[in-house]
């Protein structure tokens, strides 16, 4: 026997096989062959192959299964399926043949440059069937349904008393009678294929149950069921579609096997990340997207999880209890305290599953006058105080927030009411939320504000590409006319270490809005 490497590259139809033979380094290949696909034709080509050297074969995975595979295996020689999605494409490349993409294969499968795929085995792969087809199953009887509903739309039957397919619907829909014969037996025909379908659905579901009770499925499907939103079927269509669970060294890998990473389209110092690639394994993504809805809602310990978790080891247990809460922000070693203002004959909201967990600091529900009376800024309340004191970012005013004193004139005011910048955090604000948050009257200062004379000026681009951010501040309610439009008061705050004097700062200034500049080093 010779030392010599044989690349072969197959291209694996219903009726024929093309295949390309390439010899160790040798830039060109042997020409083409094509051989009826059939196992005593398979194993007379690669017995004479096999004496010429060593030899590797690859081909797509396709709707040929994987006998040839097994074929080759039995055999001793190593075959590997490739990934189809994943092969290199040449975009100037418009010829395509059989024999060419065997060519393809061989030349790319010797340079290292093609993805194989695991190969289930026998009883792994008829799992994954029983599987589909009881998808399928359930897609006929959507299909069905539609086929019964319509027709009874057509001819002017409605069910209007409670949702279709309960049994009050089924019970009206074996009532139905039509004059027409022929009407009566197509109607007849539509509800007894869905029964029947619905008849098969069950039958599977029963024949799944039971696998699952066996081994090797009984101890992965009682670990994937301690996991909300999982139960028997889903965690054997996992099984069935994943098949082997260890061979991903990290979940990242997992999920890029099933198409939930986000895409990504960037060059230079552009970054573009897109939805899900949506790649690999359609059915088990199904399934986890399906399963992460359940997450949406509030945990609770039911006496169907107990009843998961009994027998099942602690670690697991410890890691889907520590799941089932992470996504809702629950818990439970920090339940919320009791609020000393409220009543006792108010509910409490600390045994609420919303409230579990969070800060249990008394909210002040007093009027912004009272506040005031309180020697309580008006643009602090008790919402900011808890967001400063959890490390969450200050709301306050540039000028409050580094120990100078506000506007005399806003502090003087009893009845002042707060305008609120909603913006993204790195972000400049967006005028149009600028427009729509402030909804207050402009004071009307005496002998400087007319309403016909005094325009506001315009929002400017400058102020919002992050030199300048708006503020909230504190307006004066007085003195205000009722037609007057909102419009918002903004504190400079320049992003540089010079202090430059807007525009509108003397505008500010003369409504009395003005909040003093900030010097660099108080500042710092």
Request: glycine share 6%; hydrophobic share 35%.
């Amino acid at each position: 026997m010779k030392s010599t490497t044989i690349w072969v590259g197959l291209d694996v139809h219903k009726e024929s096989i093309s295949v390309a033979v390439f010899e160790g380094g040798h830039a060109q290949g042997r020409p083409g062959v094509s051989i009826p696909n059939d196992a005593g034709q398979i194993r007379k080509l690669f017995s004479r192959l096999k004496k010429e050297g060593e030899v590797h074969a690859c081909y797509e995975a396709g709707s040929c299964g994987y006998e040839v595979y097994r074929q080759l295996a039995a055999m001793g020689i190593a075959c590997d399926v490739i990934a189809p999605g994943l092969i290199p494409v040449r975009v100037g490349d418009r010829v395509k043949t059989d024999r060419r993409d065997a060519e393809k294969l061989a030349r790319l499968f010797r340079a290292g440059e093609l993805t194989s795929i695991r190969v289930p085995t026998q009883a792994e792969e008829a799992l994954r069937d029983l599987i589909r087809c009881r998808e399928d199953a359930r897609e006929d009887v959507l299909r069905h349904r539609h086929h019964v509903l319509k027709f009874l739309l057509r001819h002017g039957r409605i069910f209007r008393e409670t949702k279709h397919w309960t049994l009050a619907h089924w019970q009206w829909l074996r009532t139905q009678r039509f004059e027409q014969s022929l009407a009566q037996t197509v109607f007849t025909e539509y509800l007894a294929t869905l029964e029947k379908t619905l008849a098969r659905v069950t039958t599977l579901d029963q024949e799944i149950a039971q696998q699952a009770e066996k081994e090797p499925y009984k101890a992965m499907v009682g670990r994937l069921r301690c996991l909300r939103g999982i139960d028997t079927l889903s965690a054997m269509a996992l099984i069935a579609e994943v098949c082997d669970f260890a061979r991903f060294e990290h979940p990242r890998e997992l999920m890029a096997y099933l198409g939930l990473v986000p895409s990504e389209r960037s060059s230079g110092n552009k970054q573009r990340r897109g939805g899900i690639t949506k790649t690999g394994n359609s059915h088990a993504r199904r399934i986890l997207v399906e399963a992460a809805w359940h997450y949406r809602h509030v945990p609770k310990r039911s006496v169907t999880f107990k009843a998961r978790w009994k027998g099942q080891p602690q670690p697991v247990v410890d890691h889907a209890s520590r799941r089932r809460n992470a996504c809702t922000g629950v818990t439970s070693a920090s339940p919320r305290a009791a609020n000393p203002h409220r009543s006792p004959s108010s509910p409490s909201h600390a045994s609420s599953p919303a409230s579990f967990g969070r800060s249990a600091a008394p909210r002040d529900r007093s009027l912004p006058s009272e506040r005031l009376a309180k020697d309580t800024p008006m643009h602090v309340d008790a919402r900011s105080q808890r967001s400063s004191e959890s490390g969450r970012r200050d709301s306050r005013p540039p000028c409050v927030a580094r120990g100078l004193p506000l506007n005399p004139r806003a502090q003087s005011e009893k009845a002042s009411r707060r305008i609120t910048v909603m913006r993204r955090p790195g972000r400049p604000a967006n005028p149009r939320v600028i427009r729509r948050r402030c909804s207050l009257a402009r004071p009307l200062t005496p002998g400087i504000d007319e309403p016909e004379t005094t325009p506001w000026p315009p929002l400017r681009r400058r102020e919002l590409d992050g030199s300048l951010h708006p503020r909230e501040v504190t307006q004066p309610n007085v003195g205000t006319y009722p037609s007057a439009r909102a419009r918002p008061c903004r504190t400079n705050e320049p992003r540089a270490s010079t202090d430059i004097a807007r525009p509108h700062t003397d505008i500010a200034r003369q409504r009395g809005h003005w909040l003093p500049r900030i010097p660099h080093a108080a500042r710092q």
